[in-house]
């Protein structure tokens, strides 16, 4: 979660310090107690820590709305996070599927965006191991992928998994 709001906040800087220790005040609260935290607890600490963003628009405000985005680390991965976070959401990242089904079931995201071409498994089997785990079974899930509807690689996905195709370039007539 901390290097969540480091990444989203782009560095740390006298800015953010503050929220900072609010990251470490909660660590060393947790160790202190030495309790385990309750099932629905991940998700309400969660939504009580500073995201980092950066409002790219003045009318846009944090919503309850948690996505986890499972991608390599990169410039797509970057700029998509940067677009959900400038429009209120709440983003956490995973960087391989292992990760991801980890963070997915400490955290019960809102949505989860996968990457079709991911390590160790594809975005396909990871959608499906998590629409299989009880608690995430309900959750959105967005497939980012090249195929074209009705491949092969695109066939029986669960109800809850929308794809979005990604494209190479422009259409259309070049001026």
């Given at each position: ?30 160790i202190a107690t030495a309790e385990s935290i ?38 797509q991965q970057k700029m998509m996070a ?94």
């Amino acid at each position: 979660m901390l290097e969540d709001y480091l990444i989203n906040a782009g560095g740390i800087g006298a800015e953010n310090i503050a929220d900072i220790r609010i990251y470490l005040g909660l660590m060393v609260n947790l160790i202190a107690t030495a309790e385990s935290i309750g099932e629905d607890d991940p998700q309400n600490l969660l939504k009580t820590l500073p995201t980092g963003q950066e409002k790219a628009f003045s009318d846009q405000h944090a919503h309850d709305v948690t996505v986890l985005l499972v991608m390599p680390a990169g410039l797509q991965q970057k700029m998509m996070a940067k677009e959900l976070l400038s429009c209120g959401f709440r983003v956490m990242r995973a960087y391989d599927c292992v990760e991801a089904l980890s963070v997915a079931v400490d955290i019960t995201p809102d949505i989860v965006f996968i990457n079709y071409d991911m390590v160790p498994f594809t975005g396909r089997e990871l959608s499906k191991v998590l629409v299989s785990v009880d608690t995430l079974s309900d959750i959105h899930i967005v497939l980012l992928t090249s195929y074209e509807a009705g491949d092969e690689h695109l066939q029986d996905l669960p109800d809850n998994v929308s794809v979005v195709k990604k494209t190479t370039g422009l259409h259309g007539s070049h001026r």
